[in-house]
């Protein structure tokens, strides 16, 4: 095992989408273990710099596969159509529309129950995105899996930022 060991590989999962985070929990904590740097004291210097590596890299996978977001982000990085979010938008303009319109709504909440009906709305967008993905990347439609991707990182900011103005308030 090495650092260029792709995420699902050092856990022994399968590269897809769909992943159960009770089985992702107990295979990280074993490599933790394995892998974690007083285990690793008694090294020579190259080997307590690998455990440190390697217990980074194991830590990135873990925080990689257990959000799916960044998952799918990385599955399509695996296929070789990553995206640059930085550079890239959503070229859909109704998504464009009612995610304006939902942080236009945010912006004028002043109540709980306001704020907990467009926090719905966006996870809803969220949730059926969730199930979009998958069946983008299944079909190898890249331009749609990655803008599906886009829009999955839209709805994450727009729920943060209701979560921090609900947290506001």
Do not use: C
């Amino acid at each position: 095992m090495d650092l260029n060991t792709n995420y699902f590989t050092l856990f022994g999962l399968p590269v897809g989408f769909h992943l159960d985070e009770a089985v992702l929990q107990p295979l990280w904590r074993e490599l933790q273990r394995q892998f974690h740097p007083d285990r690793h004291a008694r090294d020579d210097a190259a080997g307590q710099r690998q455990s440190m590596q390697m217990a980074s890299h194991i830590n990135m996978a873990h925080d990689v596969l257990r959000d799916p977001v960044k998952r799918a982000r990385y599955l399509l990085e695996l296929a070789g159509h990553g995206i640059d979010s930085e550079r890239s938008t959503v070229a859909d303009t109704d998504f464009l529309m009612a995610q304006m319109e939902l942080r236009e709504q945010l912006d004028d909440a002043v109540a709980e129950h306001e704020i907990a009906a467009i926090e719905a709305e966006a996870q809803d967008w969220l949730d059926n995105l969730l199930r979009e993905f998958p069946l983008d990347y299944a079909g190898q439609d890249w331009l749609e899996a990655a803008d599906t991707l886009r829009k999955m990182q839209f709805m994450t900011r727009l729920l943060g930022e209701i979560r921090t103005r609900r947290d506001r308030l």
